[in-house]
């Protein structure tokens, strides 16, 4: 445990966020030497640190296999603790590989009654500390007895992220390494040495932390029992008057950023320029020769001709203000292409320019891989950001409510909210910007809505923190300082509904992923009149005596005005309670509205089209009478609320935060229901939908965006000189024409903009196979359908060793299948998990990456972006053509303006969608795959034409009974 070997300044600055301040830095440079003086009394007298070894992740599942403790004094071990656990069965080999744990080590060891007897023996009930203590916890206490060890479990991976925010790492091995503390060895023994270590730098860590914090998170919710409390409480007693500010701890932090993005001025508005001063087209093509700027960014680096010409034609579309489709392979290298030219356009201009994109991995690789590197090697350097939504960002001014609030709204266990208070408290002292995404809060938990905001939501001048010390508003400022800013899809979009009121004025856009940004937008643009959404306005209005109402009036009760504000807050109040209940009215029309058109099929959500048959049924006319009744009562409502704000406002501003959000809620449903319920505007298509596994809630009222390209020509293209729209999957038989028309490029005029492909770089023909089982029966002939898809998925399963997956496009054949199928392979040894109802994708997702043999039935989510390089995904199936529902509303709407509306929609939507899919195969050079296509519509209809001449390799059509020796032979030939 010594400091010797701790991180140097230099070293600790790697190692932490990027924007950490330098005083915070080396602060935690200096950790491990006050670790080893500093004394903590009481709260490192007796403790006991643990870890233990298990044959795998879940404790219902899996065993013990060993156990690991010792007792701390002060900075001493004076005694320690370990034994090896004999489990029912064979420790699997991958456990043995990483904790040399053999089958031998433990035949011989105490059974875990008789390891867990001992442990508690050991521990006397003293507190217990472990890295994740949940994991740890959840094995022990599984055991007989287990309960016993210790009432109190300190988890020492949460507590890290309240000492130490800005690392970037919280891991055990990460942090032992970074303070000099003995190693990690993926053993228990070498783990609790390791954590004696870093225990003492997290309770250094903590006490660094502003003063009066600690007395701010001792003194919370003093009702939830919380095992950091005792430690929080300790510490504060170290600087008993002293009193925290988080409006002053965020001044502070923000005088000590000293970072470029903070310190330099506000970028140009390219609409103010003549034109770009871009380098030529040759200086661009330099960049990537071999001892050019992409090659001191990857040493090695092998130019590629693909990538070069991707990066000339986004300097070309930036040096004439036009935009370009560009559709790049996999394997292309399409984000350094763009981020090239485009960073060279930000510095040489003073400009800000974006980067949008659908996924977060993207996202993530920009921000933490390919921005880097491009800003330690071109000259001048590069500022550049993440921007997100405003829900991904702590509300500091709700932080400070849930604090002091005399209660934790969740259905889970409330020490958790605690948590993630104290965690995002840290976090806000020690960061000038950042958002909550990496910040470990369980949101299974923790009401995200308590400690975040939206647009609509945000308090703005009303609150302290505003501008400046705001997180959202901040990182908003940040941005327009930057010269590259990177954001998602869903906020370009929003930016646009908001007439740019979110983003800074950037004119120059990359669109990555881009095949799937029609949907994105019209989710966003979407008006959507929800009974989830309504209910939580009214909640937290309340009412006399809960809610924003109530507060405000009790805190108006002793103000000069009284009589005139409760007579204002009264009315509102009443209102309010009359709109609340005509909404409850208004949602339980639409569930009836809802049972009386025909069903379009067993799913539990019905989505039902409001086209013209429906506005002149009978039942149309029962549901608008109780809407317009509704929307009579919101007008009234929202008036009166309005009425009231603007009144308080005079005078107390601080109070009306609360009530003005619902009121400019209020005024939201109001406007959304009546362009439903009136239906005139023709730029939208109308529908409802209700939960039917419930029997209330979950009713809700959309209208949405009918032509995107419409809107994105009239409201967004115009204003940019240049976007560029990219991605592995656009054309559909080598056309463009289905995308530009999507993004509205075609309204424009063909001058405006130029399309490119780009073959992969990846050799498809020979890594690739593309099967098509042509004689699987009609889905029609349900029995035979499955009898015969049944029959081929083992077959495949068998062949390909497991490592396929399956993607459905509807619940219940691949419920059926599964239920088929899975016990037929398990037979021979294969493993299948299925996306059953609530299973986590996230968790189906690990459990498919964690096994080279595991295969999965899934659904809409694992179409697209899901990476499993490498022998873990050797082969995906498609049992039928992803084509939309033809009771969907939109293409009810489409069907009805358009002849051929299948054609030009539906069709290549879903030639997109199976690219995406076989997308899944390919991710590397030497990735190797097959695509089983069981769809006989693709040889039996003209249209199927369409789906094969798309895909990056030949097919080859073969009898389903003989797909299985095929794919056996080609995987042998591939190995």
Request: hydrophobic share 40%.
């Amino acid at each position: 445990m010594s400091a010797s070997a701790a991180a140097s300044p230099l070293a600790m600055a790697a190692a932490v966020l990027p924007g950490t301040p330098q005083q915070v830095i080396d602060a935690y440079a200096t950790l491990a030497a006050r670790a080893e003086t500093r004394s903590f009394g009481l709260i490192e007298d007796d403790v006991v640190v643990l870890d233990t070894e298990t044959t795998g992740l879940s404790h219902r599942e899996n065993e013990l296999i060993e156990i690991a403790a010792a007792r701390l004094r002060g900075r001493e071990i004076v005694d320690r603790f370990d034994t090896f656990v004999k489990p029912s069965g064979l420790i699997p080999a991958e456990i043995t590989e990483l904790t040399s744990i053999t089958n031998v080590d433990v035949a011989h060891a105490p059974s875990a009654e008789g390891a867990v007897a001992a442990l508690t023996e050991f521990v006397g009930g003293a507190p217990v500390i472990a890295h994740n203590a949940a994991f740890d916890r959840g094995f022990i206490e599984a055991v007989s007895g287990g309960s016993e060890v210790s009432d109190i479990w300190i988890d020492s991976l949460a507590l890290s992220r309240i000492a130490l925010p800005r690392l970037s790492s919280h891991k055990l091995a990460s942090m032992a390494e970074l303070f000099g503390c003995a190693s990690v060895s993926h053993r228990a023994n070498a783990d609790v040495e390791a954590l004696c270590g870093v225990w003492r730098i997290l309770l250094c860590g903590l006490d660094d932390l502003p003063l009066g914090l600690m007395r701010r998170l001792a003194d919370m919710h003093p009702d939830v029992p919380w095992s950091y409390r005792p430690i929080f409480s300790f510490l504060a007693g170290s600087h008993p008057d002293a009193v925290f500010s988080l409006v002053s701890a965020r001044h502070d932090i923000l005088a000590a950023d000293s970072s470029s993005a903070a310190g330099s001025s506000a970028r140009i508005d390219a609409d103010e320029l003549p034109g770009l001063n871009l380098p030529s087209r040759e200086e661009v093509e330099a960049c990537f020769e071999p001892d050019g700027l992409v090659n001191r960014m990857y040493p090695g680096y092998e130019p590629r001709m693909e990538q070069v010409q991707m990066a000339a034609e986004v300097r070309d579309a930036l040096a004439t203000s036009s935009h370009r489709v560009i559709e790049a392979g996999t394997g292309v290298g399409k984000s350094i292409a763009y981020l090239v030219p485009f960073a060279q356009a930000a510095k040489r201009n003073n400009i800000t320019v974006g980067i949008a994109t659908k996924s977060n991995n993207l996202a993530d690789q920009l921000m933490y891989h390919e921005l880097p590197r491009l800003a330690r090697e071109i000259e001048g350097g590069l500022t550049y950001c993440a921007l997100k939504g405003y829900d991904h960002y702590p509300c500091l001014r709700k932080l400070e409510r849930l604090a002091r609030a005399s209660e934790v709204h969740t259905t889970r266990d409330p020490a958790d909210t605690l948590t993630a208070i104290a965690v995002i408290y840290a976090y806000a002292c020690q960061s000038p910007a950042g958002d909550l995404d990496g910040l470990g809060i369980r949101w299974r938990s923790v009401r995200k809505a308590d400690l975040t905001t939206s647009s609509r939501e945000c308090a703005r001048r009303l609150c302290p923190f505003y501008p400046d010390k705001c997180m959202v508003h901040g990182s908003r400022r940040r941005a327009a300082r930057a010269d590259v800013v990177v954001t998602n899809h869903s906020l370009l979009f929003r930016n646009v509904a908001a007439d740019g009121k979110i983003l800074p004025p950037i004119r120059h856009w990359v669109v990555d992923e881009a095949h799937s940004i029609e949907g994105e937008a019209r989710r966003q643009w979407a008006v959507t009149v929800s009974a989830d959404e309504s209910r939580s306005i009214f909640e937290r209005l309340g009412g006399a005596r809960i809610g924003s109402l109530g507060r405000i009036t009790r805190d108006l009760a002793a103000s000069d005005a009284a009589t005139l504000f409760m007579g204002l807050t009264a009315k509102a109040t009443s209102s309010t309670q009359r709109a609340s209940l005509a909404m409850a009215d208004l949602f339980d029309a639409v569930r009836d509205l809802a049972r009386s058109a025909r069903s379009d099929s067993g799913y539990d959500t019905a989505n039902m089209w409001i086209g013209r048959e429906v506005r002149e049924s009978a039942a149309w006319g029962v549901f608008a009478e109780v809407a317009n009744t509704a929307i009579d009562a919101l007008d009234e409502a929202s008036k009166n609320l309005a009425s009231l704000v603007e009144t308080v406002a005079e005078e107390k501003p601080e109070l009306v935060a609360d009530v003005a959000d619902g009121q400019r809620r209020l005024k939201e449903l109001h406007d959304g229901l009546k362009l439903v319920v009136e239906g005139t505007n023709d730029r939208y298509v109308y529908s409802c939908q209700v939960n039917r596994r419930i029997k209330a809630g979950g009713e809700s009222l959309s209208a949405e965006r009918l032509d995107i390209g419409e809107a994105l020509a009239e409201n967004w293209l115009p204003e940019m000189h240049t976007a560029i729209f990219a991605s592995a999957t656009m054309t559909v038989s080598g056309s463009f024409d289905h995308f530009t028309h999507a993004v509205g490029l075609d309204r424009l005029g063909r001058e405006s903009f130029q399309t490119l492909h780009l073959d992969s770089s990846y050799d498809f023909e020979r890594n690739m196979a593309v099967v098509v089982a042509g004689d699987i029966p009609d889905p029609r002939n349900r029995a035979a359908y499955l009898d015969a898809l049944e029959n081929l998925l083992v077959d495949v399963h068998v062949a390909m060793g497991g490592s396929t997956l399956t993607l459905f496009t509807n619940r219940r054949d691949m419920e059926e299948l599964f239920d088929r199928v899975s016990p037929r392979l398990s037979k021979g040894g294969l493993a299948l998990d299925c996306q059953k109802k609530n299973t986590s994708a996230k968790i189906l997702r690990d459990r498919f990456l964690s096994d080279e043999t595991s295969s999965l039935f899934a659904l809409k989510a694992f179409w697209e972006g899901f990476d499993a390089a490498g022998d873990t995904l050797r082969c995906v199936v498609i049992p039928k053509l992803p084509f939309s529902s033809p009771t969907d509303p939109l293409s009810c709407e489409r069907g009805v303006r358009e002849d051929r509306a299948w054609a030009r929609y539906s069709l290549p939507e879903a030639v997109l969608e199976v690219k995406q899919a076989a997308g899944r195969l390919i991710r590397t050079s030497t990735d190797a795959g097959v695509l089983v296509l069981a769809d006989s519509r693709l040889v039996t209809k003209g249209y199927g034409k369409k789906f094969l001449s798309s895909l990056p390799a030949a097919y080859q059509r073969i009898e389903s009974s003989q797909v299985g020796r095929y794919l056996e032979l080609w995987r042998a030939s591939h190995r």
